[in-house]
């Protein structure tokens, strides 16, 4: 029994050998077979699906009814099984079958295969030996139709050579003019038989042809049009029409010869008439000779325009060759009589010049000037306005950024024949440079001279810190001298009519602008301690009159104005000059000088503003401030102070209206003049009692406010000051304020009044420390402690650093410091 048990489980073993599949034949088993049962899952465990079958003791009451459905499965799967290994018996010889029959069919298509080719063969074989025949009679049809049409161009080219021998000898020069243009057609195809004898002999004829045609119609014309002597033919000839027609055909150097003879033997009164000995010849008298040109061209029109082809251009041609004879002789007769060249007598020719060539522009097209060699004309010039219009001399400033909106005027279409007589007067246009110098030096003393007699404009009027007008006028004549000298050349002239700009811009800013500037006095006629508190609003005046606070406007205002305007200057002569000399034209220097003008202007108004307000610091610095017993209104100094600004910042706003951006530098500069200058004497205010103090900080508060209102101050329309400006106020001021509020502060304790230094001021230099200690009144031998003290108590420096131990702090914020000035406000309406 045992032995039997044991054979069971090794077949059992064997059978689960066997029936392990691998992944992928069981996955392609799923594939073809899909089901859900779990019998046919390949991890089929039965022991679980036992137990799934009873889950609970309660359900083997059913395991009967559970055999026999399993059993009957078995026998249905054995049944299948059966009857697909009986299927399967006989498949091997079916397949052994088919394989045989699929061999044959094969076998039997490859031969019907091999068939079709041997036709297929045999079929090109024969279209072959069709076609040969075919292309044999092509061949010989494009054979025969080259020779037929070869034979006519030359039968064609051997009668139009006899043709055109005897044309030429009986001068039939319209029949020929057409027969040579069809034989040169014909015989270009018969190039490639040029080693033929009798093609060759046939070329050399129509070679020797027009070989002798050029010839005889240049005899035709010299004979028609000798150089000297007898007189034209009254009309034109309808023989010298027609070989016209045929140079055109001809050599272009024919052409060409044709047209230099007659232009020539055209101009040759000319050059006896304008002889250099002669008076007409002399630049006085320059219009006769675009006159006569005038007057030949029409002659030329009426007795030959139809002689000549209308493509020839002859009349243009006479006309340009004229103008480079003119150019010539002008030239040679200027360098002759130099010294007799006045710069009216130049203008006027010049002009007359420029005149003549505009008439060339609008009559011609100068297509003409390119064709022959030495025909050089300049680029021509854009006849553009070196300025954008603004010849008002007063609303220049402030019509300055409106111009620079408007649009351009539209070009002039170009001048092909500018410069081809006018170009000879360019080696003496040096006349004309050298009179712009002397006209210019000239206009600045009368300028210095007018400003002189004149007198400086006067405060509320019309000039009051308005551009100067001599700056409006030397302008108009710079745009003048840069428009006429454009008109004379581009080049050279251009380079040194800048130099001349150059030199006068410079004097104009020494002479009339730096030279006017008021002087200040060394003898500041201070006031003392004394009278200055005694003294009331309006009995001080500042050290420069309102006429010179307005001069010093009127200068400034006439200064940015040049500063523009020479830099649209500068752009407009780039514009003018040729542009290989565009880089030579550099008008910086100017425009620094005019800057540095501004610059001293706006110094002169701090210093003057400045230095009115010294007396009354030096009698705050000289107050007893001990001896204050109680907190008042403001002190005299600051009634003082607030009297010089509003005497004088009202006067300057109004005649800086037109630049409001210096006159904002005007209140920057004199606020970082003023605020350090005031925490300078408020250091030597001491000793300092706790009600002086007090009072200190109620008059800084003043300033302070004061200075706020400083761009606005006296006027009616109240405007906002400018966020750089206010920043530099609320910074210096509050730093007075601090150190104010450090000697309010106790010293006892020591550590808390040194902490609250370091607090407050954020100031690490020992000199500053002793400055409060000295306005607190302390003795020596206390500060020595407080300093020692303070040194110890400074934040460590950085490492590497070196010198005196210095604070890292890093500046207050804006928030901080409208704090700071909330807290202060509050204390002084406590105290007051």
């Not at 020797?208 to 005899?219: C, K, P, R």
């Not at 505009?358 to 297509?367: H, N, V, Y």
């Not at 006018?422 to 030096?441: A, R």
Request: hydrophobic share 35%; proline share 5%.
């Amino acid at each position: 029994m045992s032995v039997m048990e044991d054979e069971e489980l090794e077949f059992a073993d064997d059978l689960e050998a066997i029936l392990h599949l691998t992944p992928e034949v069981q996955q392609a088993i799923d594939q073809v077979f899909p089901s859900q049962d779990p019998l046919d899952r390949p991890d089929f465990n039965a022991v679980e699906y036992i137990n799934t079958l009873f889950p609970t003791e309660q359900s083997l009451a059913n395991i009967d009814d559970v055999v026999n459905k399993i059993r009957l499965k078995i026998r249905r799967l054995d049944d299948n099984i059966r009857t697909v290994v009986r299927g399967q018996t006989n498949v091997g010889q079916d397949g052994r079958q088919a394989l045989e029959e699929a061999q044959k069919s094969i076998q039997q298509l490859f031969g019907k295969i091999k068939d079709i080719k041997d036709k297929a063969e045999k079929s090109e074989q024969m279209v072959k030996e069709i076609t040969r025949d075919i292309k044999q009679l092509d061949h010989a049809k494009r054979h025969l139709t080259t020779s037929i049409t070869t034979l006519n161009h030359l039968h064609m080219l051997a009668g139009g050579v006899d043709s055109l021998e005897a044309m030429t000898r009986r001068r039939q020069y319209g029949e020929v003019a057409n027969l040579l243009q069809g034989v040169v057609n014909v015989l270009e195809h018969f190039h490639k038989y040029m080693s033929i004898p009798q093609i060759r002999q046939l070329s050399e004829r129509v070679k020797a042809a027009q070989s002798e045609l050029g010839t005889q119609i240049l005899a035709d014309f010299e004979e028609a049009f000798p150089a000297q002597g007898s007189k034209r033919p009254g009309g034109p000839s309808n023989v010298l029409r027609d070989a016209c027609l045929v140079a055109n055909v001809l050599d272009p150097r024919i052409k060409q010869e044709i047209m230099k003879k007659f232009i020539r033997q055209h101009l040759s009164e000319y050059l006896l008439l304008f002889q250099e000995n002669q008076d007409v010849a002399w630049l006085d008298r320059i219009d006769r000779r675009y006159a006569w040109i005038k007057r030949q061209l029409v002659d030329y029109e009426e007795k030959y325009g139809r002689m000549f082809p209308a493509e020839w251009c002859m009349t243009e041609r006479i006309a340009v060759e004229f103008c480079h004879i003119t150019r010539t002789e002008l030239a040679r007769i200027m360098r002759t009589r130099v010294r007799e060249i006045e710069v009216k007598l130049l203008l006027f020719a010049i002009q007359r010049t420029t005149n003549f060539e505009g008439l060339l522009a609008k009559r011609f097209s100068g297509c003409t000037l390119t064709d022959g060699p030495g025909k050089q004309v300049d680029t021509p010039l854009e006849p553009t306005n070196p300025f954008l219009e603004d010849e008002a001399g007063d609303d220049c400033s402030l019509e300055k950024e409106e111009e620079l909106d408007r649009p351009k005027k539209p070009k002039a279409p170009d001048n092909p024949f500018h410069g081809i007589v006018s170009k000879c007067f360019e080696p003496h246009l040096y006349v004309y440079i050298e009179s712009q110098d002397k006209n210019l030096g000239e206009l600045i003393d009368r300028f210095v001279t007018d400003l002189r007699s004149q007198g400086p404009p006067q405060c509320g009027s019309e000039e009051g810190g308005a551009v100067l007008p001599s700056c409006a006028d030397l302008f108009v004549y710079y745009k003048k001298c840069m428009v006429q000298c454009s008109q004379l050349s581009t080049g050279e002239p251009m380079i040194a009519l800048t130099t001349i700009f150059q030199k006068y811009l410079r004097e104009y800013a020494w002479k009339i602008l730096s030279g006017n500037l008021p002087k200040t006095s060394s003898g500041s006629g201070g006031l003392t301690i004394s009278s200055l508190l005694k003294e009331k609003e309006g009995s001080e005046t500042a050290k420069f009159t309102p006429e010179e606070l307005c001069l010093i406007c009127s200068i400034l205002s006439t200064a940015e104005y040049c500063l523009a305007t020479t830099q649209q200057l500068e752009e407009k002569l780039k514009e003018k000059v040729d542009k290989a000399l565009v880089e030579r034209i550099n008008l910086t220097g100017e425009m620094d000088t005019f800057s540095t003008v501004i610059s001293n202007s706006i110094q002169l108004l701090v210093q003057d503003l400045d230095s009115a307000c010294d007396p009354a610091l030096t009698a705050m610095s000289k107050m007893p401030w001990q001896n204050v017993e109680h907190v008042g209104d403001q002190s005299p100094y600051v009634t003082s102070v607030i009297m010089h600004i509003k005497h004088n910042v009202p006067i300057i706003r109004d005649n800086l209206a037109s630049t409001r951006k210096y006159f904002t530098q005007f209140c920057i500069k004199f606020t970082n003049s003023f605020i350090p200058k005031f925490i300078t004497h408020l250091f030597r205010c001491k000793p300092i009692s706790m009600v002086g103090a007090e009072q200190l900080l109620l008059d800084t508060h003043s300033l302070k406010t004061v200075l706020l209102d400083l761009p606005s101050i006296g006027s009616q329309v109240v405007r906002k000051a400018p966020a750089s400006y206010t920043k530099i106020v609320v910074k210096g001021m509050t730093r007075a304020e601090m150190i104010l509020k450090v000697v309010m502060a106790p010293h006892e304790p020591p550590v808390v009044f040194v902490d609250n230094y370091i607090k407050l001021l954020a100031d690490g230099n020992p000199d500053t420390f002793q400055k409060i200690l000295d306005m607190k009144g302390l003795k020596r031998s206390e500060q020595g402690s407080m300093l020692e003290l303070f040194r110890q108590r400074l934040p460590t420096p950085p490492s590497g650093g070196d010198g005196m131990p210095s604070l890292s702090f890093s500046a207050p914020t804006p928030e901080q410091e409208s704090s700071r000035i909330r807290r202060l406000e509050k204390l002084i309406k406590k105290r007051l």
